[in-house]
């Protein structure tokens, strides 16, 4: 007893009554060489196990195989001082097959016990990014709400001022340039406040899709014409094929899928350096239609494939950000994809990004490709009511 004590004394703080265990254990042995029966060993191996998991003592301390080598160790080294060669050996044959089966029984117990740990850090850890998540989204929320009230009065007054310009022709000009500055500026502020409040809404289960008829061409030509003037001045040649199906009328949320495409143009046009090329193609597939945009840009590395999807999840330094909606490489507050991703998985559908890597230099582009299913009535039935009576 006094050997094993002192051969485990790194346990005895961590271990309560580590002499009380001590002694069952021998106990345990002495019975078990009696009648070869390991059950009392076993059941004192499990309480053991238990009172380590109950007192959360990290498992890489407590080793109850370790435990019980030395104890193995402790037990021979004595008798082979105390005994007679053959009464040892008699002995052994014994007390072998019960250390045998009690490490056994100590190794399987140590693996559960490593399990139970790491189940419960995975869980801690899982908690505390929910936690985290849920912060984002709140921090989201409040910002997006507050900024909107000042932003609602910068707007109001910009426009009262407008009607109150003065009459003087050099004065009048240097307010209206004044005003287009402040007006630029605000519409960029609303955007990213519109943008931070689908966030929020997307993150809530609150976005809410109104499902009426829409052509996919005609929406591919609305983001034509939103983004005309720079692709102009960017010279970037920028198509449109017409593949089957995209001329048909399916049910879907026009303006929500429309934001979904300038998302996607916008980032082609932005992450494609001047005299690039952007197609909008796709193909009719059973049940379902893919839309495929396509740049000639810089490209996106494999391992950020998944990252571009989340909130906050652009890419690069922030300090070369926000220097504008369709520059090169002006990159945003990240926010335009998760939109994207909300509105098309809203629909029912997918979206995903292919792309051999990032090179500036060699530009290996992009192509996301959305995945929208054909929908020839609105999901909802009041929505269905309403168009399918007029039919
Ligand atoms: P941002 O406001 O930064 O454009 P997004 O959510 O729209 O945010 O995009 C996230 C990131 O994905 C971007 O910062 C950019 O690094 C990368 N990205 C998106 N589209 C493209 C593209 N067509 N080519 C290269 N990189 C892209």
Redesign the pocket.
């Known amino acids: 007893m006094e050997k094993a004590r002192y051969s485990l004394a790194d346990l005895a703080g961590v271990v309560p009554h580590l002499e009380d265990y001590l002694y069952k254990i021998f106990e345990g042995l002495l019975d078990g060489i009696k009648d070869s029966d390991s059950s009392l060993l076993e059941q004192i191996i499990h309480e053991w196990a238990q009172i380590e998991s109950e007192n959360q003592i990290s498992p890489i301390k407590i080793n109850l195989v370790l435990v019980w080598t030395n104890l193995l160790d402790v037990t021979c080294e004595t008798l082979q001082n105390q005994l007679e060669a053959a009464e040892y050996v008699r002995l052994c044959a014994v007390l072998i097959p019960l250390f045998s089966r009690a490490l056994r029984e100590a190794s399987a117990a140590d693996l559960k016990n490593k399990l139970w740990f790491a189940e419960n850090e995975l869980k801690r850890v899982r908690q505390t990014l929910e936690r985290v998540e849920g912060s984002k989204s709140d921090f989201i929320s409040v910002a997006a709400h507050e900024l909107r009230t000042p932003l609602t009065l910068i707007e109001g007054y910009t426009s009262m001022l407008r009607e109150a310009m003065p009459t003087e022709d050099s004065r009048r000009l240097q307010a209206a340039l004044c005003l287009k500055g402040i007006n630029s500026g605000t519409r960029r502020l609303r955007d990213i406040v519109d943008d931070m409040i689908d966030v929020s809404m997307i993150d809530n289960n609150l976005l809410a899709l109104n499902f009426q008829p829409i052509w996919l061409n005609r929406i591919f030509e609305s983001v034509q014409r939103e983004f005309q003037s720079t692709l102009t001045e960017r010279k970037h040649d920028f198509q449109i094929t017409l593949f089957p199906g995209s001329k048909d009328m399916i049910f879907g949320d026009g303006e929500r899928l429309f934001q979904a495409f300038r998302?996607i143009t916008a980032?082609?046009i932005?992450?494609t350096p001047d005299g690039g090329r952007i197609v909008i193609d796709g193909r009719i597939l059973p049940g379902f239609v893919e839309v495929i945009i396509s740049?000639t840009?810089?490209?996106?590395d494999p391992d950020q494939h998944t990252r571009?999807f989340e909130k906050f999840?652009?890419?690069?330094s922030v300090a070369l950000?926000s220097s504008g909606k369709t520059k090169f490489k002006g990159?945003?507050?990240?926010?335009?994809?998760?939109i994207t991703k909300g509105i098309v998985e809203a629909h029912g559908g997918a979206i995903w990004v292919e792309s051999d890597g990032y090179d500036e230099v060699k530009c290996p582009g992009?192509k996301?490709h959305i995945m929208l299913p054909v929908r020839k009535s609105p999901p909802n039935d009041r929505a269905a009511q309403f168009f399918l009576s007029k039919e």
Not at 313 to 316: T, W
Not at 331 to 338: A, F
């Open positions: 998302n980032n082609a932005k992450y740049d840009g810089i490209g996106i571009i999840g652009r890419l690069g950000h990159g945003g507050p990240g926010l335009g994809l998760p992009s996301f």
